[in-house]
């Protein structure tokens, strides 16, 4: 599998000077600010996105931004939060829902948007949703439905197909 390399930093975070590589013992060359006097390591985005599923074993997907195809449910971690915490967040805003349980699947980082994207399976109890002005529209699938339905090529349905069937492969982006 090849994996796609962050995207490179040129200047520092902290004062805006162009950096320059530098050894660093255990890391190999990396970006260093002469300036600050401080090494400088990659930054990216961290979202969550979850295989919502209820008590029935049916699986919730959703479709947003005037898109008219099923992805899954997702969202970014905030600053100072657990990964665990935006899970339940997220399912929360957007759907209205709260979890019972979670359980990680697996972790891809998806270089058009520098993100790490982490995978979870969570299970709602009897509940109905009561999605947000961000969701514009959702349904219950099947896990064979579900398959049919969330859009063809994405991540999304990447972490689906791979929930489903235990084997993790992510196509290169």
Same mark, same amino acid.
């Given at each position: 599998?090849?994996? &796609?390399?962050?995207?490179?930093?040129?200047?520092?975070?902290?004062?805006?000077?162009?950096?320059?590589?530098? /050894? #660093?013992?255990?890391?190999?060359?990396? &970006?260093?600010?002469?300036?600050?006097?401080?090494?400088?390591?990659?930054?990216?985005?961290?979202?969550?996105?979850?295989?919502?599923?209820?008590?029935?074993?049916?699986?919730?997907?959703?479709?947003?931004?005037?898109?008219?195809?099923?992805? *899954?449910?997702?969202?970014? %971690?905030?600053?100072?939060?657990?990964?665990?915490?935006?899970?339940?967040?997220?399912?929360?805003?957007?759907?209205? #829902?709260?979890?019972?349980?979670?359980? /990680?699947?697996?972790?891809?980082? /998806?270089?058009?948007?520098?993100? *790490?994207? *982490?995978?979870?399976?969570?299970?709602?109890?009897?509940?109905?949703?009561?999605?947000?002005?961000?969701?514009?529209?959702?349904?219950?699938?099947? &896990?064979?439905?579900?398959?049919?339905?969330?859009?063809?090529?994405?991540?999304?349905?990447?972490? *689906? %197909?791979?929930? #489903?069937?235990?084997?993790?492969? /992510?196509?290169?982006?």
């Amino acid at each position: 599998m090849m994996v &796609p390399m962050p995207i490179e930093m040129n200047y520092c975070m902290q004062c805006g000077t162009k950096l320059e590589k530098k /050894f #660093l013992e255990g890391e190999g060359e990396v &970006p260093y600010c002469p300036a600050c006097a401080d090494y400088r390591f990659p930054v990216f985005n961290t979202a969550v996105s979850m295989i919502v599923r209820d008590p029935k074993g049916n699986i919730l997907l959703i479709k947003q931004y005037g898109r008219d195809s099923y992805i *899954l449910v997702a969202g970014y %971690v905030n600053k100072g939060e657990d990964a665990e915490h935006a899970v339940a967040r997220e399912v929360e805003e957007e759907m209205g #829902l709260h979890i019972t349980s979670l359980h /990680f699947n697996h972790s891809h980082y /998806f270089a058009p948007s520098n993100t *790490l994207m *982490l995978n979870w399976t969570v299970t709602i109890g009897n509940e109905t949703a009561h999605p947000n002005r961000e969701i514009d529209s959702y349904a219950w699938f099947t &896990p064979v439905e579900a398959r049919q339905h969330i859009r063809q090529g994405s991540l999304a349905e990447e972490f *689906l %197909v791979g929930y #489903l069937d235990q084997k993790w492969s /992510f196509k290169p982006r």
